[in-house]
């Protein structure tokens, strides 16, 4: 089956400090794979897709296929890096385009 | 700029009553989708339309129907609620079923007495 785990509900750091916010799956072919985030109040947006190979507001992750993992990591976080983050997975075949979404990890950064 | 739009932004309900979520977008987007979200189970798929005249049941749509009335619109209705339906109920649409961008609604906050 097609799952997403995110293994921390929260995870609270310090301002200044490394982050990385794990995500794993389970999907036997080749998936695609998001990172989403909720600020307070505000609704749920795209923070990065694997494909892009991007950096958005310092966070990058990798596909490891070998670990199917994908982590989202910044190296100095900052208070407005609070929010809810969640990990998704498109199966690439899939005929409806739903992602598949992790429960969530809230990150709280401390001054 | 709207984007998607959800109806209502909170309800009350008691057990057994009906309602339907509204929810529109206005980007010309292919396919829509309802997700509930629920403390420590993330968001769960209810039911999904890949394209106008399509739709097809999620993770969780046991207790709900739903309408694509129109490229714009996708209904989510509770035909008979329950307490374990109350739940944050966000509706997403896409471009087509392939593009793996979601553009999310604010939600709606749904409590069930």
């Known amino acids: 089956a097609q799952r997403v785990t995110q293994p921390e509900k929260l995870l609270s750091v310090f301002k200044g400090a490394p982050v990385e916010l794990k995500c794993n799956y389970s999907?036997?072919?080749?998936?695609?794979l998001f990172w989403y985030v909720q600020y307070s109040r505000q609704r749920l947006q795209l923070l990065l897709r694997h494909i892009s190979r991007e950096s958005i507001k310092g966070f990058t992750a990798d596909l490891n296929k070998g670990e199917t993992s994908f982590h989202l990591k910044k190296p100095f976080a900052q208070e407005e890096d609070s929010a809810m983050y969640y990990c998704a997975l498109r199966p690439f075949y899939n005929q409806g385009g739903k992602l598949i979404f992790g429960q969530g990890t809230e990150l709280s950064v401390k001054p | 700029n709207a984007g998607v739009t959800q109806t209502p932004k909170f309800q009350v309900l008691k057990t057994g009553q009906s309602m339907t979520l509204q929810c529109a977008q206005d980007?010309?987007?292919?396919?829509m989708y309802w997700y509930r979200q629920d403390p420590g189970m993330g968001l769960r798929l209810i039911y999904y339309?890949?394209?106008?005249?399509?739709?097809d049941k999620g993770e969780v749509p046991n207790g709900y129907n739903v309408s694509r009335l129109n490229k714009r619109e996708f209904s989510l209705r509770l035909e008979s609620a329950a307490p374990s339906q109350t739940s944050v109920y966000f509706c997403?649409?896409?471009?087509?079923?392939?593009?793996?961008?979601?553009?999310f609604g604010e939600g709606s906050r749904l409590t069930v007495l």
């Open positions: 999907y036997s072919g080749s998936p695609e």
């Open positions: 997403a649409s896409s471009p087509t079923a392939g593009a793996g961008e979601l553009f």
């Open positions: 339309s890949a394209s106008e005249g399509t739709t």
């Open positions: 980007m010309n987007h292919n396919s």
